[in-house]
């Protein structure tokens, strides 16, 4: 759904069609103190998504443990990977990410999507990407739609990181009539780092420039995956989970990681998976 899109039965409010609730929209218009516009309304659909915010799963997420210093965590919630010191300066970047829906709503480039997503993360925290693994469940087996998203989920994760050089180094499959619905689509990213070059979401202070970076955004609209995450397999075509410019990002990420490179200023990367 885009703002272009905008429903015209007068009895679909617009925030709803965007997936918002109404004490969703409430809270948008203490925050705002006044009626959001239809832009607005946009921008707090895609951030307020489960894809963005994680907000059905957050209260969960908190109940597991972070570690600290003492456990050899250098980052941890609130950065964009999560990183551990293995001593003698180096350090393991990893990232986890699930792209379920919007694997079951285009497999191929859903999964592949997914993969960019956590490479991505890697890179920003000054790491180098290794590794990629997956995790995937399945409905029956026998069923023709559930091959085709075998078929098209397996590709897109193999296919992306056989795009930048960061091989599939293991993975499970599990068939189960539990997952005939939607299926589990989780991947994973492994990167190293030298403790030196970690690199922080965080750029305070004044007068930081910024550089925005990335892909065009598609006819889908700013949701891009975030309003896949969301929808009904009917909503989109099948092209909407659009895949990222890979050579672009991978061509900036190498850029980075070459010994010449000296800025003469301090980077901070700030990412985000909406369009």
């Known amino acids: 759904m885009t ?21 969703e929209l409430d809270a948008i218009r203490d925050r705002l103190g006044r009626q959001p516009n239809d832009v607005e309304l946009a921008m707090f659909s895609v951030m307020w ?5 994680y907000k059905s799963s957050k209260p969960l997420l908190r109940t597991l443990p972070t570690g600290s210093a003492a456990d ?3 980052a941890g919630p609130g950065e964009n990977a999560g990183v551990i010191s293995i001593g003698d300066g180096l350090a393991v970047a990893f990232k986890i990410e699930s792209h379920n829906h919007p694997s079951a709503v285009e497999p191929y480039q859903g999964a592949a999507t997914g993969v960019g997503g956590i490479l991505r993360d890697i890179f920003t925290m000054g790491a180098r990407p290794i590794a990629v693994l997956d995790a995937l469940r399945f409905g029956d087996p026998s069923d023709a739609r559930t091959r085709h998203l075998v078929d098209g989920v397996v590709r897109g994760v193999g296919g992306y990181g056989n795009c930048v050089g960061v091989p ?11 997952y005939q619905g939607n ?6 990213a492994i990167g190293l780092l030298e403790l030196r ?30 309003v896949l995450a969301s929808a009904t397999y009917s909503s989109f075509m099948m092209s909407s989970a659009t895949l990222v410019t890979v050579l672009l990002m991978w ?25």
Request: hydrophobic share 40%.
């Open 197 to 226: 070059r970690l690199t922080l979401a965080a750029a305070p202070g004044p007068g930081n420039l910024v550089i925005l970076f990335g892909s065009a955004t598609g006819r889908d609209g700013i949701g891009g995956a975030s």
């Open 183 to 188: 299926p589990l689509v989780n991947v994973m």
């Open 168 to 178: 599939t180094v293991g993975g499970e499959l599990v068939f189960d009539p539990s």
């Open 49 to 53: 998504s489960e894809h963005c915010s």
């Open 72 to 74: 050899r965590v250098v």
């Open 3 to 23: 703002v272009a899109e905008r429903p015209e039965t007068p009895s679909v409010p617009l925030h709803r069609a965007l997936g918002l609730t109404d004490v």
């Open 251 to 275: 061509g900036v990420a190498n850029r980075l990681f070459t010994k010449s490179f000296k800025p003469d200023l301090s980077l901070n990367f700030a990412t985000t998976a909406a369009s």
